[in-house]
């Protein structure tokens, strides 16, 4: 069983940055694959990026290119392992519920997919104004 806590969400104007942290600990054979995805009432739940904490490769959906960067780092304090969400020049269009997720196996083309990973954070607000 992995366990999954997000933190670093907050309020910022456009064109500002935030980064996520997502401390992940648990089973590490559970966790190959660690994805941010976010949702907005009313919408369904879509892949922001997610990383393979094996390989190190990383996905993006298209309207995050440039702009955000998910990344990892092993052992920091007491969890296993944290993987991070670096958001710059936001839009108010990011404004979202973030979360974060994991899961042990995925097939090529659904690194985004929400309905592929299984264990699952609670969340971290994000606000942008305009």
């Known amino acids: 069983q992995v366990q999954l806590v997000e933190s670093g969400g907050g309020s910022v104007q456009s064109g500002g940055s935030l980064r996520l942290s997502c401390a992940v600990s648990g089973n590490k054979y559970s966790r190959n694959y660690v994805g941010w995805f976010r949702q907005v009432p009313g919408k369904e739940r879509e892949g922001v990026a997610s990383?393979?904490?094996?390989?190190?490769?990383?996905?993006?959906?298209?309207p995050v290119k440039g702009r955000f960067t998910i990344s990892q780092d092993a052992a920091k304090n007491t969890v296993d392992l944290q993987v991070d969400l670096q958001m710059n020049s936001l839009k108010p269009e990011d404004t979202a519920t973030y979360f974060c997720a994991a899961v042990q196996r995925l097939t090529p083309g659904s690194f985004l997919d929400p309905t592929k990973f299984d264990s699952w954070g609670q969340g971290t607000r994000v606000t942008v104004s305009s």
């Open positions: 990383i393979s904490t094996w390989t190190g490769n990383t996905w993006y959906t298209d």
